[in-house]
């Protein structure tokens, strides 16, 4: 595939526009993904896996969608730095954080 589709998508472009990066903090609109990605697994995992470690479970499916990330850099997906990915997964365990505790079983 041509590189060049993956920086010329509208999608993409939009997606990549930073909010906020500083030397430890980087934000941009692919965080609001990784949100909803956590926040959809919180909802799961409260409904149908309330268990005290489902975040651990949560924790490895973010980090191996980030390893997919890194595999189709230049496919699929625009490099990242380190920090992006570590605030990726950061907002992800967010998201599943506040949707586990607002749906979980008592």
């Known amino acids: 595939m041509d590189k060049s589709f993956i920086n010329n998508n509208p999608i993409q472009e939009f997606l990549g526009r930073i909010i906020i990066s500083r030397p430890y903090v980087y934000i941009d609109y692919w965080s609001a993904l990784h949100f909803c990605s956590g926040a959809i697994l919180g909802l799961l995992f409260a ?3 309330p268990k005290k470690y489902s975040w651990l479970f949560t924790l490895v499916i973010l980090i191996i969608y980030e390893i997919i990330e890194i595999l189709l ?12 990915r570590i605030w990726d997964l950061i907002i992800g365990l967010v998201g599943f954080f506040i949707f586990y505790y607002l749906f979980r079983k008592k």
């Open 47 to 49: 409904i149908y896996y």
């Open 73 to 84: 850099t230049g496919i699929l997906f625009v490099a990242e730095t380190a920090v992006d």
